[in-house]
């Protein structure tokens, strides 16, 4: 279990569903906050899921789901930021965020497809 990279994406979640509550009740946005609410809180279940897996793969397998729901999410920061909805500051520090757990994750993924090419 890489306790790391979960409790990142975990505290990455809450900010995400703030940030989904500023979005809808503050600047009346539902459509891409929903897409954002959605892939961003399914990076941090996709690691619980991996956390638990049966198999190496099975591990593999929702880490490497976690990383593109990590990708998705960054999709729609900009996306967000440029249609100004959310500020270059408030952008610049939660995309941050997501980059940092996206290059956790990659680095996870190429060590487990590594090993298991072993």
Same mark, same amino acid.
């Given at each position: ?59 593999? =397998?929702?880490? %490497? &789901? ?7 999410? +960054?999709?729609?920061? #900009?996306? !967000? *930021?440029? $249609? ?5 500051? =408030?952008?610049? %520090? &939660? ?7 996206? +290059?956790?994750?990659? #680095?996870? !993924? *190429?060590? $487990? ?6």
């Amino acid at each position: 279990m890489n306790s790391l990279v979960y409790e990142k994406a975990y505290k990455f979640a809450i900010r995400i569903v703030k940030a989904h509550k500023y979005l809808t009740q503050d600047k009346k946005e539902f459509i891409l906050s929903k897409q954002l609410i959605r892939s961003g809180t399914s990076i941090g279940a996709n690691i619980a899921e991996a956390n638990g897996g049966i198999s190496a793969a099975d591990f593999s =397998a929702k880490i %490497s &789901i976690a990383y593109k729901e990590c990708l998705e999410t +960054k999709y729609w920061l #900009s996306l !967000l *930021k440029d $249609t100004e909805y959310i500020e270059e500051k =408030a952008f610049k %520090s &939660i995309y941050t965020d997501a980059d940092e757990i996206g +290059k956790m994750l990659f #680095s996870i !993924l *190429k060590k $487990t497809r590594i090993n298991s090419n072993q």
